[in-house]
């Protein structure tokens, strides 16, 4: 069976183990029934997220001049700390900007590759945990909008990593930690007008993911540099899909791609 699909991050499901879903125009793939079978994934073309159109994507699944211009891919998205929207300030539009600044926010701690802190909309807990990874994670805060969680993450990242080891995560490598003990190690170096934010008593969630087997190597398959490639399905985690062989492929980082997935 072949289908074909235009590339966005995996849709998912937090259950007893993290359930994984693509979308194409004739039907939704459930991709935990696809373990232990052998895949073909094989590019055809592109198709921005931005404009539509033919173009090759340069980043977060847009074209150039989509990145360049459109809202949803302004600095203030990697960067929190630069959002103005509680200002009155636009940067590219100041109605999109207010609607997605302008609500709720997570600092949170989350266990991936080892210890980390990172940002998020409240309503994306916890599909945010499980794209990146995380075996566990909890809520340090939750702010009114996306510039205090910046401006948080901000003072919390020179005493905690803000980044995950994509290598380390798939190989299960991760370095223990105690993240309710961190928590409470990190509450001092909060900055003061963050601090009727913090979350009192925090919950520890554990996500579990579909992995058959963790491979001890792992290397990464591009599109752009091999347009087909094959191999049976050993695990999903994070936005990765794990082969037998220890290829993993970024369904995130190809967002914008459309191809053909054979089973």
Partial sequence: MQYEIALHKMITANAEEVQYYLKSDEAIIHLNELLEKEITITFSHYKCLGCAKDKKIFAQGFCYDCFSSLPQAGDWIMK???????????????????????????????????????????????????????????????VPNRYLAGVAEVALKKYISDKTSWQKMLKNDISPCDLLAKCTELIPFLPEEVAPYLTESPELYKINFPVIAYPSKVKSVSLKKEASFSGKLTGIKGQYLIFEDGRVFNVRSHEGFVVYLKV
């Fill in 80 to 142: 929190p700390e630069l959002s103005k929207a509680h200002l009155d300030i636009e940067d590219r539009d100041l109605a999109y900007e207010k609607a997605v600044q302008l609500k709720p926010h997570i600092v949170y701690l989350a266990l991936s590759s080892g210890a980390k802190v990172g940002v998020t909309r409240k309503t994306q807990i916890p599909t945010r945990w499980i794209d990146q990874g995380a075996s566990e994670a909890l809520v340090l805060l939750e």
